[in-house]
């Protein structure tokens, strides 16, 4: 009914950058809040930045001042800008929106962030 796809994962140089889109599509009539999370091997999945349907944001202490997120609700897409990247950034980065009456959440398959240092 509803899928999330991420894109734009890979692998930089500590101090580098890059961009994460997650486009949702199918049944997204009703999409509320759109946001990513983290998972690094043999550890937790953590919340890294939420972004409402307001537009208003939410960050991980860990990322505030470098990891921007942002939303385009015309293509159902939201976005992080990830900068000054550093190896402890390295993790599967998952994206997530609840979306429905009633709300629904839903995930990506994740997408592989590696920074080398």
């Known amino acids: 009914q509803v899928q999330l796809v991420e894109s734009g994962g890979g692998l930089v140089q500590a101090g580098g950058s890059l961009r994460l889109s997650c486009a949702a599509s199918?049944?997204?009539?009703?999409?509320?809040?759109m946001g990513w999370y983290r998972q690094a091997p043999g550890k937790q999945r953590d919340l890294v930045a939420t972004i409402s349907r307001g537009g208003s944001t939410n960050y991980a202490d860990s990322v505030k001042g470098r990891f921007t997120i942002s939303r385009d609700s015309a293509k159902n897409t939201v976005y992080l800008q990830m900068n000054s990247l550093k190896p402890e950034d390295t993790a599967v980065y998952y994206c997530?929106?609840?979306?429905?009456?009633?709300?629904?959440?839903?995930w990506g398959q994740g997408t592989q962030v590696t920074v080398s240092s």
């Open positions: 199918g049944r997204v009539f009703s999409i509320n809040a």
């Open positions: 997530t929106s609840t979306i429905g009456a009633p709300l629904r959440q839903y």
